[in-house]
């Protein structure tokens, strides 16, 4: 199958995402002057825009790679849970998996841009864990919609916001297992080493580095296949995708070891790089591509998304024409 098939074929694909899911808010306006109260500029806002983020960034490359795309996620019983909800209808996104709580809110992360320069982010979030109702209302979620969804593949999308539990973690993987389903981790560093027998591990390198707690060189072979194996007799996992910045990418499986170094590029932004290239190497997965092929547009995904300003989604025209 060639690459041109690989992404093609992606509108054939369920991916179902099952995550920490956020609200991107950005305050747009202009600053004139500085405050009386404090030496603090005074931003007069032009605008607002709420954008989905985190978890839900990799619905959103799913939707703009033509798969069908299921979301489970947790989210609170509030206005910002609303809007959420909202803009994963509008983008064709299915939610029958998103829990409501009345205990944790939705997490926003708030920028506020004046001049053209980002001045302050405004967190609003808890992250510990859910609690054992909301956690169980998740797990019954994303068991109906295993059964009614019918994934080709499922992501687990973690960052750390409180619903990528041990428990749900555990169960997410083993339901998976016995149905067949291939299951892709974006880890983060809470519960690296949780996601025993995933399919496919993308880790970048600092969160390897970060996880093993030892120093890779990314620019040896030796010392990054070495970690690499480190890794996949802790986790028991089928494949290991390593993204490692300006040294490309690199991806072993029972087919060997195989790296890509970077394209060269104009980097603007990496902002969003991560989501895109888990959500390429889950399609490129589901559609039953090698792993050379699995890394190769797993890395042009990465690249493209760096060329842009802010997080934005590579949609298939974008990946095929960078195939031409």
């Known amino acids: 199958m060639s690459l041109f098939q690989i992404v093609q074929s992606f509108s054939k694909q369920r991916l179902m995402v099952v995550g920490d899911v956020m609200i991107d808010a950005y305050c747009w306006g202009k600053v004139e002057r500085i405050s009386p109260e404090a030496p603090v500029p005074v931003v007069a806002v032009e605008k607002w825009d709420h954008r989905l983020g985190g978890a839900a960034n990799v619905a959103l490359n799913g939707v703009a790679l033509q798969a069908e795309v299921a979301v489970c996620a947790v989210v609170g019983n509030d206005k910002e849970g609303d809007r959420c909800i909202e803009l994963f ?20 992360k708030t920028r506020v841009i004046a001049g053209g320069h980002h001045i302050v982010r405004i967190d609003e979030e808890v992250t510990h864990g859910l609690n054992p109702s909301e956690e169980e209302n998740l797990l019954v979620a994303i068991r109906q919609n295993i059964e009614s969804f019918q994934p080709t593949v499922i992501v687990l999308e973690d960052y750390n916001k409180g619903v990528m539990t041990p428990k749900v973690i555990r169960q997410v993987i ?3 297992n016995e149905k067949g ?35 890779i060189v990314a620019s040896s072979q030796d010392s990054v296949q070495g970690a690499i194996s480190d890794l996949e007799t802790k986790m028991n996992n089928a494949m290991t995708l390593l993204t490692l910045s300006e040294f490309g990418i690199c991806m072993h499986s029972q087919e060997g070891f195989f790296h890509q170094g970077a394209h060269p590029r104009k980097v603007v932004d990496v902002s969003g790089a991560g989501d895109s290239v888990i959500t390429v190497a889950s399609l490129a997965l589901a559609a039953g591509a090698d792993q050379s092929s699995i890394a190769t547009l797993s890395n042009l995904a990465g690249g493209l998304v760096c060329e842009k300003v802010g997080v934005v989604p590579i949609t298939s025209e974008m990946l095929l024409s960078e195939l031409k």
């Open 89 to 108: 209808k509008e983008n064709g996104i299915q939610v029958s998996g998103v829990v409501r709580s009345n205990d944790r809110p939705t997490t926003i």
């Open 174 to 176: 083993d339901w998976a």
């Open 181 to 215: 389903i291939a299951t892709t981790v974006d880890p983060k560093k809470d519960h690296f080493f949780e996601y025993q027998k995933c399919t496919l591990f993308k880790p970048n390198l600092k969160e390897l580095r970060e996880g093993l707690k030892r120093e």
